[in-house]
């Protein structure tokens, strides 16, 4: 393959698209350091006072505490119910798989509006008041197919004789889980886990609709927008939460592929 | 009766067709096997014959359709392969990628609990009995071919099986690494009078290391020998064809004496002593003989003898190979025959050119009567 010219139609495309992508959130980074409550050109000053000020707002730090929690909470039960689906799908071929397999994939193509409304109604007809509780359980819901299918991609990717050679030395098939599949899967796990944390914690339909009294912070941020001269805060936040989130995809995409190097694949 | 280490009665295996319209495969049939303890046992075959699926149903990876393995004279139905003394060593190894080769060899020992000291000199003593005593802390994708297939080894032997299950472990390795490590098994083997199963498919191999060879085909079990039986007296045509080289001749059965044969092969009327089959008049059968057996003579000095017979022929074609030269003998009914004559004292290469008359003879022992 031509490597690409600087000058190429291809390149210059390829320019405008990540222009276009991510030049409202630097244009947010700059603002979160704008000595104004205005967003507006030109600067008025440099500071850091809304980064400061970020430690007083008490609502706001609540709101992202509230997400922390649901986003761990979703996550791990999401890790726990893909990682079964995927060794059921990966590793057992029984009647009913491929009706299972797209069961468990439906949310990935399901509208988070229309799933908010349904669990809303659901809720509402068994009587289950609406809290993070509710939330975390929309959002466990739309995280496994994630889980499933990194992991199954794994499990898929390492030879079966591994598993045998287990059992052959003495293993039970949970031993065998213990000791072989789930530490080789290991890489795999955690960016499922980092994957899912971070869908939820940026996630805003399903919150909007499943929250009770406590707020998620995107809902929290929503809400917020009417008042200007709170938006400074908002938009310093809106930076911070943005670095974060690209840190752990980043991070998680490394181990993903970190563990599929070292181990031998079917010939 | 001694007691047998391994024992296979009439296993059936068959795998369900993928759609329910095609009809189910059988991996192995009728399968009848008694490995006593101690022995080195081969089970030998092309592709596809079952061979591997026989030491999976040993191994416990497959549970036998019809029929029982038993192993240590105790039934293995419905036992799962970490409950057997059983262990095996893979085409491809199988080593753990994330565990040390010290922590691989002492998986085993992890899982049965065995102390922390005890497991280290036992796990130290393998890798020396394999000669890789240094290589415990590197890890399997560090290691060549040959190293990791050792440390595989290792891995199965520490734990002191029953029986050692062992499909093609050689496989993967180059020419003289193999030659090697053939050797070095069979005097592990020995040496730690162990019970070996092996699977192979390369006939040269299981004439080498092997107490008793048992040859497959399409599921089926043709002939269990030694080695040498199972290249002198080959059962059927597969077998003789299988293993080494082999010459055949149509021939129809003339005569059956009380103790003799008299069959009409190639224009010439032949005699033989009674093998084990009960031949019919007028039955079409097969001889087979190996060309190694197979003496060439001019016409003007031959003197046919008793318990020899012979054939007039012209030489085709003449090979010469270092340590034996190659004749294809063609015999009036257009079968061709390939002799190998050692080129020692007395035959010089060369001996015969093409175009010569010849008279092709053998003993009457060295001729095998087939029927299928």
């Known amino acids: ?267 | 009766m001694s007691e047998f280490a391994v024992e296979l009665r009439n296993v059936f295996k068959t795998f369900s067709a993928p759609n329910s319209a095609a009809q189910d495969v059988y991996a192995v049939r009728e399968i009848n096997l008694a490995i006593h303890a101690g022995e080195f046992f081969t089970l030998l075959g092309p592709s596809g014959c079952g061979k591997t699926t026989t030491l999976r149903l040993i191994a416990g990876f497959e549970q036998p359709t019809k029929g029982e393995v038993l192993i240590q004279t105790r039934s293995m139905n419905g036992v799962p392969p970490y409950r057997r003394p059983v262990n095996t060593v893979f085409q491809n190894y199988a080593l753990f990628p994330h565990l040390t080769v010290a922590e691989n060899v002492g998986f085993g020992l992890s899982v049965k609990g065995v102390s922390k000291e005890e497991k280290a000199k036992r796990v130290q003593a393998a890798l020396d009995l394999v000669e890789l005593p240094q290589a415990g802390n590197r890890k399997p994708n560090q290691l060549s071919g040959g190293q990791q297939q050792r440390v595989a080894l290792a891995r199965a032997i520490v734990n002191q099986p029953a029986v050692l299950l062992l499909d093609e472990p050689l496989g993967a390795l180059d020419l003289k690494l193999r030659k090697n490590m053939q050797l070095e098994l069979k005097h592990m083997q020995e040496m730690l009078k162990l019970t070996f199963i092996y699977v192979t498919h390369d006939q040269e191999e299981a004439l080498t290391m092997s107490d008793r060879i048992a040859v497959m085909n399409a599921g089926n079990i043709l002939q269990v020998g030694a080695p040498m039986e199972i290249y002198e007296k080959p059962a059927t045509r597969f077998v003789a064809d299988f293993i080494g080289e082999t010459n055949f001749l149509n021939a129809r059965v003339e005569e059956v004496g009380a103790e003799v044969t008299g069959l009409q092969v190639a224009d010439a009327r032949v005699t033989l002593p009674h093998q084990n089959e009960f031949l019919a008049r007028d039955a079409q059968v097969t001889l087979t003989i190996r060309p190694e057996k197979i003496s060439l003579a001019r016409p003007e000095t031959f003197s046919a003898q008793d318990a020899h017979i012979s054939f007039q022929g012209v030489v085709r074609e003449t090979v010469y190979i270092g340590t034996d030269t190659r004749y294809l003998i063609a015999l009036p009914t257009n079968e061709t025959l390939v002799a190998r004559i050692q080129n020692i004292a007395g035959h010089r290469p060369g001996e015969f050119a093409t175009g010569d008359a010849v008279v092709v003879w053998c003993e009457q022992g060295d001729v095998r009567v087939l029927t299928t």
């Open chain 1, 1 to 267: 393959m031509r490597a690409p010219s600087i000058f190429s139609f291809g390149f210059a495309y390829y320019l405008l698209l990540a222009l276009f992508l991510y030049l409202p959130i630097v244009l947010l980074i700059i603002f979160s350091f704008n000595d104004s409550t205005l967003l507006v050109f030109p600067f008025k000053g440099f500071t850091l006072k809304w980064y400061q000020s970020l430690s007083n707002a008490r609502e706001l730090l609540d709101a992202v505490r509230n997400s922390i929690l649901v986003g761990l909470f979703s996550s791990f039960v999401a890790v726990i119910f893909g990682t079964m689906a995927a060794l059921a799908i990966a590793r057992f071929n029984f009647p009913g798989r491929s009706f299972f397999l797209a069961i468990s994939s439906l949310p990935l193509v399901i509208p988070y509006v229309v799933l908010g409304v349904a669990m809303l109604l659901l809720f509402a007809q068994v009587g289950v008041e609406l809290s993070l509780f509710t939330v975390a359980a929309a959002h466990t819901v739309i995280n496994i197919p994630y889980v499933m299918l990194i992991v199954a991609a794994r499990l898929a990717g390492f030879e079966q004789n591994l598993e045998e050679a287990a059992m052959d030395l003495g293993a039970t098939y949970w031993g065998m889980l213990m000791r072989v599949t789930l530490p080789i899967s290991a890489p795999a796990l955690i960016a499922a886990f980092l994957s899912s944390f971070t869908t939820s914690f940026d996630e805003f339909a399903l919150a909007f609709f499943l929250t009770g009294t406590d707020n998620t912070l995107p809902v929290y941020l929503y809400s917020q927008l009417r008042f200007p001269n709170r938006l400074p805060l908002v938009v310093t936040l809106a930076a911070i939460i943005m670095l974060v989130s690209v840190i752990l995809i980043v991070f998680s995409e490394w181990l993903r592929r970190v563990g599929t190097k070292d181990v031998p694949r079917t010939s």
